[in-house]
């Protein structure tokens, strides 16, 4: 990996990408609106002159916005055709899903693919129930542009067809080989430095900022908790705003009370606040009562079982969780959550995802680093607070979970899916990996499964986990879409690693135990530039695909 | 990581299944590290192993793979009973609900293996004998009742644990010497090495090793 230099330059490259995502800072793109492509909807021609030379029109953010605005028109036809109802739903399932159902017209050309890559009794049964609280949300996400990047990687995604036309194959793999349409991936790949083109350099090279001394940092940092604060007092915080400033990272401090805006658990208006949290934490404890008993019923005494099992294998090595007034805080609102959601039950990975909330919620309430430090929670908290935290934890898992449902429903569809996703896309960004891993029989089935299932959670420590979930929260399905670009970056970060292995246990070895034990922000965020500049580049890559089926 | 590419002559494969918090992951540590993992988190649809051993003058390697118990992870642990040659088919005796499934355990691995696959049952924490849930006596007749091969062990103590596996591939390699199992057939879960020392990537001449996976 060529990310040394890179990583010495990341204090700006979390700075630069929160600029970078946020479509309405202008400023940033005008600046260096020679530098950064916009995409051309018209971009075909790009494709002869992809080879030498960047593209020469010069776009704002604000071109860029209208043609890819412009684009997804052509293709919403098709999709509005299939019905409204199905819209909102849609945009919960991973990129390919959507493609599989939406543009059931081109399934003719899929269903080897199906049946080669999913198990039989994984053909996406999709479940119809609708969890409460999702649709709200969703149907938000589903008029963005750009919801489905996966679509356009599943869609053109034979091997004959990608034949990188223009690029040296090796080492420079992260190209979009059918490039012809994306003006910007020719602007962001065709200009490989030295091996794999490196964004977050190049980000921050781009913004010219320079400022990486410790003491800018601190001061950067306290002015970033500044302005959230200002976002957070309100009096109506302005969601999308603060999702722009957090997405490189939320400062410690106000970490509670922005997760819990973004899970759209704590309204964004301050004066409805504390009435909200007093009502959801009763609505829990409520449940609590009322299911919580059931425990010991023939119905659910299974489910029980199995949690109580696997609490106290729960991040074992950390002391905290060891404590018994915690492990019943985690069987509680695991059993409650598993039974009001009978699609999927309680499916194990499922307790992990509680971890974070969980550390993050007790954080208001001790400055000590839960995580390293010994912290007796029956001892230094009152009773309120830990039902406080505990209901926060039930309602903000249940917001997360109704996003990656189909991760834990029969078959587990949603993993399948982004599984063959993952690999979909690693084959195009990064071709001589992914002929090592199936040269050597490697399955991405075998290690990115746990990676989907848990996301990531067992791959990571605990720190880089939040820091992580940090961009999850402010990425329109963070937790879905993001996430399995999240993946296709890590693997690759493992690229030089990996193609020295030379046999299928030294591979499979070093995919289940990845050496991530010293990470911390530094390496997440290069890993989150990374996923982001793939989003990128797929970003509304099926529009583009359709055009050309139409032209 | 073993160093050269043909320090053993077969490559085995194995498939650990039972229920939940049986021990499965326990064991295979136990096997490939020789220690006690007390603090084993639970498997996430499967994990792989790896060990030389030794039979009959013959170094093996054991390709292992370690599923996850839970019900919801089947259809992707079921993909990797195809072309096992070996399954260790695990219960806990201090609890009896895992010793009651093994009959649904067994169906999966008759069903999803090929015939010849070699199926051991292992009765594990055999260390809590005051919790004893299962008797030997009974364990046994089941075992002999359905031609498994049969031993109580301990991931904790590491009793019986090296035994279990290497009777295992030593029931599977003298079917491989009297013939019953079939090196060429697909999925056999065999792999033979030629014993020169060329060419480093033999897995790709290996086609029947594709199985390994649904996706």
């Known amino acids: 990996m060529n990310d040394s230099g890179a990583r010495s330059a990341m204090p700006q490259v979390s700075e630069g990408l929160g600029r970078a995502m946020s479509p309405q800072r202008r400023p940033f793109w005008k600046r260096n609106a020679p530098k950064v492509p916009g995409r051309s909807v018209q971009a075909s021609p790009v494709r002869e002159n992809l080879k030498d030379q960047k593209p020469r029109k010069t776009l704002s953010f604000q071109d860029f916005e ?19 109802a ?3 739903f849609e945009n919960l399932l991973p990129a390919s899903v959507n493609h599989g159902k939406t543009a059931s017209n081109h399934q003719a050309s899929l269903p080897q693919r199906s049946k080669e890559t999913t198990a039989e009794n994984t053909v996406p049964d999709f479940p119809s129930q609708s969890s409460p609280g999702k649709s709200d949300e969703m149907s938000n996400i589903s008029r963005q542009k750009g919801v489905g990047p ?51 350099s190049r980000l921050s090279r781009q913004l010219g900022r320079a400022c990486s001394d410790d003491k800018s940092l601190t001061e950067r940092e306290g002015a970033k908790l500044k302005k959230v604060n200002e976002f957070i007092a309100g009096p109506n915080t302005d ?29 964004a208006n301050v004066e409805r606040r504390s009435m909200m949290l007093e009502r959801k934490r009763e609505e829990y404890f409520r449940f609590v009562d009322q299911y919580y008993p ?32 915690i492990q019943e805080i985690y069987e509680r609102v695991l059993f409650i959550w598993a039974i009001r959601h009978p699609a999927s039950g309680y499916v194990q990975g499922i307790n992990d995802l509680v971890t974070p909330f969980f550390v993050v919620f007790l954080s208001e309430y001790t400055d000590l680093d839960v995580i390293t430090e010994d912290f007796d929670a029956s001892q230094n908290l009152d009773e309120k607070a830990l039902c406080s935290i505990e209901a926060d934890c039930f309602w903000c898992l249940s917001k997360l979970l109704d996003g990656i449902q189909d991760n834990y429903t029969f078959a587990q569809p949603g993993i399948q899916l982004k599984v063959n996703a993952l690999r979909e896309l690693v084959k195009r960004i990064d071709a001589p990996l992914h002929a090592h891993l199936e040269a050597h029989m490697v399955e991405y089935l075998q290690f990115a499964f746990r990676w989907m299932n848990n996301l990531l959670m067992r791959e990571l420590p605990l720190r880089c986990t939040i820091r992580l979930w ?3 929260l402010a990425e329109p399905q963070g937790f879905s879409t993001f996430h399995l670009y999240v993946c296709a970056a890590f693997l690759i970060r493992w690229r030089k690693d990996l193609l020295r292995k030379g046999d299928f246990q030294g591979l499979m070895l070093h995919l289940q135990n990845l050496p991530t034990i010293h990470w911390g922000d530094d390496e997440v965020n290069l890993i989150l530039a990374e996923a ?11 529009n583009h695909l359709n055009q050309k089926k139409n032209t | 990581m073993a160093a050269g590419p043909y320090n053993y002559s077969y490559i085995f494969k194995y498939i650990i299944i039972g229920d939940m918090g049986v021990g499965k992951s326990c064991l295979l540590h136990q096997f490939t590290e020789k220690k006690f993992m007390a603090d084993c988190p639970h498997t996430i649809g499967v994990e792989f192993g790896t060990r030389i051993i030794e039979v009959s003058g013959q170094k093996i390697k054991l390709q292992i793979w370690d599923t996850a118990g839970q019900e919801r992870f089947r259809a992707v642990t079921r993909s990797y009973y195809r072309g096992a040659a070996g399954a260790l088919m695990v219960y806990d005796i201090t609890r009896r609900s895992t010793y009651n499934h093994l009959s649904s355990w067994l169906t999966d691995a008759r069903n999803l293996t090929n015939p010849n696959t070699v199926i051991f049952l292992i009765g594990n924490k055999c260390d809590l004998e005051a919790q004893r849930d299962v008797t030997y006596e009974e364990a046994k007749q089941f075992a002999d009742e359905n031609g498994l091969l049969f031993l109580e062990a301990s991931a904790k103590t590491g009793e019986n644990v090296e035994e279990a596996f290497l009777d295992t591939a030593r029931k599977i390699y003298q079917n491989i010497q009297d013939g019953s199992l079939d090196l060429n057939a697909a999925e056999s879960g065999v792999q033979h090495k030629p014993s020169s020392p060329r060419g480093t990537q033999l897995s790709n001449d290996q086609p029947t090793n594709k199985e390994g996976c649904a996706c």
């Open chain 1, 66 to 84: 209208d043609n890819t605005s412009d684009a997804w028109d052509d293709a919403e036809d098709e999709i509005i055709a299939l019905s409204e």
């Open chain 1, 86 to 88: 199905k819209l909102s």
């Open chain 1, 150 to 200: 996966g679509v356009g990687i599943r869609q053109q995604s034979t091997p004959e067809d990608v034949t990188p036309p223009v690029l040296p194959p090796v080492p420079t793999p992260p190209t979009f080989p059918t490039s012809e349409d994306t003006a910007e991936s020719g602007d962001w790949t065709l200009t490989p430095s030295e091996g794999r083109p490196n964004p977050p």
């Open chain 1, 239 to 267: 969601l999308d705003g603060l999702k722009k400033m957090v997405w490189s990272g939320v400062p410690r401090e106000a970490r509670p009370t922005v997760w819990k805006l973004l899970s759209n658990y704590l309204p």
């Open chain 1, 294 to 325: 059931s425990r010991t019923q023939e119905l659910h005494v299974e489910t029980w079982r199995q949690i109580h099992i696997d609490i106290p294998r729960t991040n074992p090595l950390i002391p905290l969780f060891q404590q018994k007034v």
């Open chain 1, 470 to 472: 940090d961009t999850y």
């Open chain 1, 532 to 542: 982001y500049r793939l989003k990128y580049m797929f970003a509304d890559a099926p």
